[in-house]
Structures are given as structure tokens and as C-alpha cells.
């Protein structure tokens, strides 16, 4: 069996792939699942996990459905997904999503400001619901009523749910990378936080 990864070579990298020879028969299971999904290939979040197989199998699963086929819709997907990016700083999510964001339509100036740490000016009304349930789950670790009553009309039940999975969901992968120092791919490097920015 022919399993792609998807990987760079970083010499601080904690738990760096491990050759398919060298797989349990769960991990082959496991890793066999994802490459026959969208994904295509055993991508860096699921390096570091493959060391529990039972967790990848299932975060990804978890994961396929909040990237690909949340009420969020994905260009609503890869706004939030910057902004756990920018929260957690973890140089893969970046890499990988901030071309994604551009091409699902996310302004330039608004990656820019996610980028630097800043809150983006200039957003259309679901994007700033998303955009203040993501920062207020950062920094407070709850949602205020306001910003409820805004998700709720602009991304619905469903939609305010799939977000704050999807913020969870990344949290978790953005965890696991930073802990285990896993390298960027490659892409668009995850810019200094502005001067003042948190």
C-alpha cells in the first residue's frame, strides 16, 4: 500500500514521521482512511497523531466534516480556521489555510490583519460574527450574549455550533503540532503579530 505524506524536515521536530514499514496495523488503517478521503494524504496535523491511531482516525473524521461540509459553508471554514491559526501561532495551519482562505474569497487585507494579530476592518456581517466568536472564545473562553445573538443570525443553530466545533477542532490539532514542534510544509509563513496586537 502507497501512502503519501506530506512532511518538511525541521530538526526540532518532536515526533517526526514514521516510516509506513514501520506501522502497526492500526496505523495503516488509520492513515489508509485519510489518504482515501479529500485529503489525499497523511498531511503534517496527522504526523505527530499517527502515534495514537485510534485518536488520528477519529479526529479526523471529526475534521473532515467541520472542513468540507460544515453549515458553515468554506469560506466562513477557512476565516475561522485563520483565526485559530493566529490564536494557537502554529506555522502549519498558516501554511496550509491562508492559500485556501484567498481562494475561497477572504480578502487579502483581511488575512493580512488576521496575520498580524489585529482584528480585520471592512468585514461582511457573517464574517464578523465569525470573527468575534472566535476571539471571544479565545479571550474569554465564553460568548457574550450579543455576539451569540449575531452568530445565530448570520450562521444559524447549526452554523454557531459547526464554528465552535470547528475552533475546538483546530485548537486541538494546533495543540498537538505546537507541542510536538511540527514544521511547516512549505506556504505563506505565519506573520510577526503586530506591535500591541495580543
Known amino acids: 500500500m502507497h501512502v503519501p505524506i506530506l512532511e518538511s524536515s525541521m530538526n526540532h521536530d518532536r515526533l517526526p514521521a514514521i516510516e509506513p514499514s514501520q506501522w502497526t496495523e492500526a496505523q ?56 485559530v491559526a493566529r490564536a494557537w501561532s502554529p506555522p502549519v495551519e498558516w501554511a496550509i489555510h491562508a ?30 460574527a465569525v470573527s468575534d466568536v472566535c476571539a471571544e472564545l479565545e479571550r474569554d473562553r465564553a460568548v457574550s450574549d450579543a455576539t451569540w445573538a449575531a452568530a445565530l443570525r448570520h450562521l444559524g443553530e447549526q452554523g454557531t455550533v459547526d464554528l465552535i ?17 511540527t514544521p511547516s510544509p512549505g506556504g505563506p509563513a505565519l506573520p510577526p503579530r503586530a506591535s500591541g496586537s495580543r
Open 28 to 83: 495503516r488503517r488509520e492513515a489508509q482512511a485519510i489518504v482515501d478521503g479529500p485529503r489525499q494524504a497523511l498531511i503534517s496535523p496527522f504526523v505527530p497523531l499517527l502515534r495514537s491511531p485510534e485518536l488520528m482516525g477519529r479526529a479526523q473524521r471529526m475534521g473532515e466534516y467541520l472542513r468540507y461540509r460544515s453549515a458553515l459553508g468554506l469560506r466562513l471554514s477557512e476565516l475561522a480556521i485563520l483565526l
Open 99 to 128: 492559500p485556501i482562505a484567498a481562494r475561497e474569497g477572504i480578502a487579502a487585507r483581511t488575512i493580512a490583519a488576521i496575520g498580524a494579530g489585529r482584528r480585520p476592518d471592512a468585514l461582511a456581517p457573517d464574517e464578523a
Open 165 to 181: 466545533g470547528l475552533v475546538g477542532y483546530y485548537g486541538l490539532l494546533a495543540m498537538v503540532m505546537n507541542a510536538a514542534r
